[in-house]
């Protein structure tokens, strides 16, 4: 399946909650989910009170699963290899799997605060504009291991985009297990990420019993 190329706050809309697609604006007053808070569609309104049908449990675990999927902007096979590499590995699977996400370069790139949004982020990486540990990586799924430094090629910190993240400054303190230095668009992985440590509203459990059947 390819990567949905519609309109983001559409999917904020389908899922009932802010995906943060769209950067700062998600922040602020014109946020979709603000302004309409129902599914989109003919029957959004319709299906959004407490007349709606009530979900079956495997309709549940497919609404978290693409919630998640949706928020780090990932196509079904990207989103299902990285949960099956997850999954092999020691530990709780639904914590394995978040952490797999957030270590992935595009998304550090994020966190760090070097873009807006996850898919600014991306588009930094595939265009050379990202070096780890100095060296230019291209592949946003390449995974951050601790230690590792990030940042913007010096060539590219004058870039608008990155300009435009570093000035906002909309997310508040970096996350406890990065370091980083916004005066030479560089920062580190630290440590892995714990569960507490992941800011997002999932219940990564649905996805394991929904891939465990």
């Not at 959004?44 to 007349?51: C, I, K, L």
């Not at 020691?90 to 070097?114: C, H, P, S, W």
């Not at 060539?155 to 980083?180: F, H, N, Q, Y």
Request: a positive charge; one cysteine or more.
């Amino acid at each position: 399946m390819s990567r949905y190329t519609g309109p983001a706050c559409r999917l904020c809309r389908r899922e009932g909650t802010k995906l943060f697609l769209k950067g700062s604006r998600c922040l602020t007053e014109k946020c979709a989910v603000e302004r309409r808070g129902y599914p989109p569609g003919q029957h959004g309104q319709a299906t959004s009170g407490r007349g709606g049908r009530k979900m079956s449990e495997y309709a549940r675990q497919l609404r978290e699963k693409q919630k998640v999927k949706r928020i780090y902007g990932l196509s079904e096979t990207q989103f299902r290899n990285t949960f099956d590499r997850a999954s092999r590995e020691q530990g709780v699977k639904g914590t394995n799997l978040l952490i797999a996400l957030e270590t992935r370069l595009d998304n550090i790139v994020y966190r760090m605060g070097f873009a807006t949004n996850r898919k600014g982020a991306r588009q930094l990486v595939r265009h050379g504009h990202v070096q780890v540990n100095g060296e230019r990586v291209d592949i946003p799924s390449y995974r951050v291991v601790p230690g590792e430094e990030v940042r913007v090629a010096p060539e590219s910190r004058d870039l608008v985009p990155v300009k435009i993240a570093l000035e906002g400054a909309t997310r508040g303190a970096p996350m406890t297990w990065l370091s980083v230095d916004t005066g030479k668009v560089a920062g580190r992985v630290t440590m892995l990420p714990t569960r507490d440590g992941i800011p997002i509203n999932a219940q990564e459990q649905l996805i394991v019993e929904l891939y465990s059947k």
